[in-house]
């Protein structure tokens, strides 16, 4: 999708919607799984799919969720982990699988980004960059939003490549521990784009992916990012915030708690 200039645009989601321990927290009591993404889409205008990450995406499945949803719904990506994490012998035929998977939203206008999300051992040495290059030309044509889990990658040289690309840095909000990336209100692209996943220092390095999100932020936690989202959305068009705490719905919880703190604030109508 494209970003036009004008008012900037607030969209406030969850990483993943279908969980089964929402069912009470977010979704009524005896809510089957098939009907989670139509009323998430009744509440939120726009969510994080993690499970491409875990199997390349098929083109008929995400071709049924756009369907289920509003026409202004939109849907980020999370990059096939062959891509970022995994990368095999071909990886121009996995660039390849993953565009045609993806290509039912990009027709319907419903994609508002890919996220390249890098894990910690990948580090800023020459092989990195040029797997990092070589993605986004593979990807080029899509909206894009990179995030690196170590601060190797925080150099003026990859803030250049990245606007130079037209792709976002994504921000996140994190625990204060060595070596992590600390929120930046860096924009590199229309698109700016936020993740939230959570401070829980104790199970950041020990935790599986359901405890080291495991937290609740508080009113105060989330204000601090109202002078950093006025930042922000001085440079971009978009910005996409998403939630990864989604143990017992606290995901949804945050994400409905930050829509009112912006409302108040008169940065969203």
């Known amino acids: 999708m494209s970003y036009d200039s004008g008012m900037p645009e607030i969209l406030i989601g969850t990483c993943g919607y279908s969980y089964g321990d929402w ?60 891509l970022t994490h995994e990368p095999g012998e071909d990886a121009l035929k996995d660039v390849a699988a993953f565009r045609e998977g993806i290509d039912p ?20 040495d020459p092989g990195s960059r040029r797997r990092l290059a070589a993605l986004l030309e593979g990807l080029s044509g899509l909206p894009l939003a990179v995030e690196f889990r170590n601060d190797d990658w925080r150099r003026d040289s ?5 606007r130079d690309r037209g ?10 521990l060595p070596r992590l990336p600390r929120p930046s209100t860096e924009v590199t692209s229309p698109l700016a784009y936020v993740r939230f996943h959570g401070r829980n ?18 009113e105060a936690e989330l204000r601090e990012w109202v002078p950093r989202i006025r930042a922000i959305l001085q440079k971009a068009s978009v910005l996409l915030a998403f939630f990864n705490n989604h143990r017992r719905g606290m995901a949804a919880q945050n994400a409905r708690d930050l829509r009112r703190i912006l409302k108040e604030e008169n940065l969203l109508f």
Request: net charge negative; no cysteine; charged share 20%.
């Open 23 to 82: 069912v009470g927290p977010v979704y009524p009591e005896g809510t089957r799984q098939e009907d989670f993404l139509g009323l998430y889409a009744s509440r939120f205008p726009a969510v994080e799919l993690d499970f491409t990450y875990y199997q390349m995406p098929k083109a008929s499945a995400l071709e049924r969720m756009a369907a289920v949803t509003p026409p202004s719904f939109r849907f980020a990506l999370k990059a096939h982990r062959s």
């Open 105 to 124: 939203l990009v027709r319907a206008g419903k994609l508002s980004a890919v996220l390249l999300q890098f894990p910690y051992g990948f580090h800023y």
């Open 158 to 162: 990859v803030i250049e490549g990245l």
């Open 167 to 176: 792709a976002a840095l994504v921000g996140v909000d994190e625990p204060d």
């Open 201 to 218: 220092g104790e199970n950041w390095w020990k935790g599986d992916n359901v405890s080291r999100y495991d937290w609740l932020y508080s």
